[in-house]
Every structure is written in C-alpha cells, then in structure tokens.
C-alpha cells in the first residue's frame, strides 16, 4: 500500500473511533467507551461511572485529528464538550485533550488515553 494510502486509511480508522468514543461519552455509555481506553487506564476509568451518572453533555466539536505522520501510530485531538450536571442546568463547555495510539497487543486498536477526571471535574461534577 502506498504511503498516501496508507495514511489516509489508518487517518479514517482513527476518525471513526474517535468518533464512537466521543459518542459514548456523549450517551453516558461509559462500558462502550471503555473499549478505546488505554487498558492500563480502563479500570480506574471505569471507577469514574458514579460520578458521571449526572453529567449531561449537550454537544461536542472534534477538532482536527493531528496524525503523525511519521509513524501513522499516535495522533492527538481536542475535543470540545458542552454539558451541565444534574440537578443544576448551567451548561458549561470543557475542552479534552485527547492522546491516541495504536496499540500492537490488541490487533493495533485505536487506543485513547482519556482525562475524564478532569472533564468531570470542569464540568462540575462531584466524585
């Protein structure tokens, strides 16, 4: 596969997990997107189910997904959401720098080393 292929390939594979991820978070899914976690970090991701329980995000803006294009094997994204905690209906935008690699040990998955603590945390939530 030529370069330019290839890079346009692993750039839309990268961009649908993104994606999912960003959805399930979107929907409270948290168990859907733990499946683009690091798996070093999943668990302590998992923790957090509790403390997003009350989270409502409204909307969010992928910025652009920057590709290394070097290795095709990391990229990182920022990602904008808008949301509020129950029972308090001030909406609040918080932006999520996101970390993403392909991991080997799974088949070379798109991974993401999240921050939802601190996505919790400028939203407003209690843990």
Known sequence: ???????????????????????????????????????????????LADAFENVRITDYDIGELDLNKDTLAQAEVDVTYRGYVLPVYVEKRIRDHQVWYRDDESGREWRVRPELASLLEGIGARR
């Open 1 to 47: 596969m030529r370069a330019a292929a290839r890079w346009f390939a692993r750039g839309e594979a990268l961009k649908e997990c993104q994606r999912s991820y960003t959805e399930a978070l979107r929907w409270g899914d948290l168990d859907k997107a733990a499946r683009y976690v690091d798996p070093e970090m999943r668990s302590d991701f998992l923790a």
